[in-house]
Nanobody, 122 residues
Framework: QVQLAESGGGLVQAGESLRLSCVVS????????LGWFRQGPGKEREFVAG???????DYGDSVKGRFTISRDSAKNTLHLQMNSLKPDDSAIYYC????????????????WGQGTQVTVSS
């Protein structure tokens, strides 16, 4: 079983930055495919960014060029650096783990964290 714990959310103004972290435990971090998703009010949970254990990463279209996902193996932590934030980025952000290499498909993720709230004011 994999445990995931997100942190780093908060309230910021449009144009500012935030860095989310997700501490992963339960399995060898370097062997895991991991991703970030978000869910805004009244919206479906959508893919934000993800990386396979081999280091192949992908991003959702709405965040490309603004968000960067990274892995810190020494700390078993997945990060999401979010720059140039917009009000539309407001959501609960979740990290998750999948055994599949199709890291963009939320239905293939088995383990999820509790989420961290990000609110961007205009």
């Amino acid at each position: 079983q994999v445990q995931l714990a997100e942190s780093g959310g908060g309230l910021v103004q449009a144009g500012e930055s935030l860095r989310l972290s997700c501490v992963v435990s339960g399995r060898t971090f370097d062997n895991l495919n991991l991703g970030w998703f978000r869910q805004g009010p009244g919206k479906e949970r959508e893919f934000v960014a993800g990386c396979t254990w081999r280091g192949t990463c992908d991003y959702g279209d709405s965040v490309k060029g603004r968000f960067t996902i990274s892995r810190d193996s020494a700390k078993n932590t997945l990060h999401l650096q979010m720059n140039s934030l917009k009000p539309d980025d407001s959501a609960i952000y979740y990290c998750a783990q999948t055994s599949a290499y199709t890291i963009t498909n939320r239905d293939l993720y088995k383990y999820w964290g509790q989420g961290t709230q990000v609110t961007v004011s205009s």
